[in-house]
Structure formats: structure tokens, C-alpha cells
């Protein structure tokens, strides 16, 4: 699912400007919520060593480009 996203979001150049870290965990942060895992913005920065607020920025720049919510 993520490999999806990540494909729309190219295609789309929402994270042109974004650094590959943050828009990796965004966007495995939104399949998360897509496949119905359980993990929180906390422990998917302590895995990836991104910043939360980095993973709530693309996140939410990824959900709001792709109309997820």
C-alpha cells in the first residue's frame, strides 16, 4: 500500500519539496491507517528516526493532495 501512495503522490509531485525521510514515514504513517495497523506518529518516529512533526507534516500534505480526508 505504501508503494501506492507513494506512486500518486509522484505522479501528483506532492513531495517535491519534501526530504525523502519525512515523506517516507508520512506516507507508511497513512498506509498504516489505511490497512488498519495500530501504530502511533510517536513510535513511527522512534523507528525511523524522523521527527513527529515531520511525519504529521507530510501526512497531512499527502492525505489533503490525495483526498483521503
Do not use: F, W
Not at 501506492?4 to 506516507?27: I, N, R, V
Not at 488498519?36 to 511525519?55: F, Y
Not at 497531512?60 to 480526508?69: E, F, H, Q, R, S
Request: charged share 25%.
Amino acid at each position: 500500500r505504501t508503494l501506492e501512495l507513494l506512486e500518486s503522490t509522484e505522479e501528483m509531485k506532492l513531495l517535491d519539496t519534501c526530504t525523502p525521510a519525512g515523506a517516507a514515514a508520512g506516507t507508511i504513517y497513512i498506509a498504516c491507517i489505511l490497512t488498519r495497523l495500530r501504530i502511533t506518529q510517536r513510535e513511527l518516529s522512534e523507528l525511523s528516526k524522523v521527527p513527529t512533526s515531520a511525519i504529521r507534516k507530510h501526512y497531512v500534505l499527502i492525505a489533503k493532495g490525495l483526498n483521503l480526508y
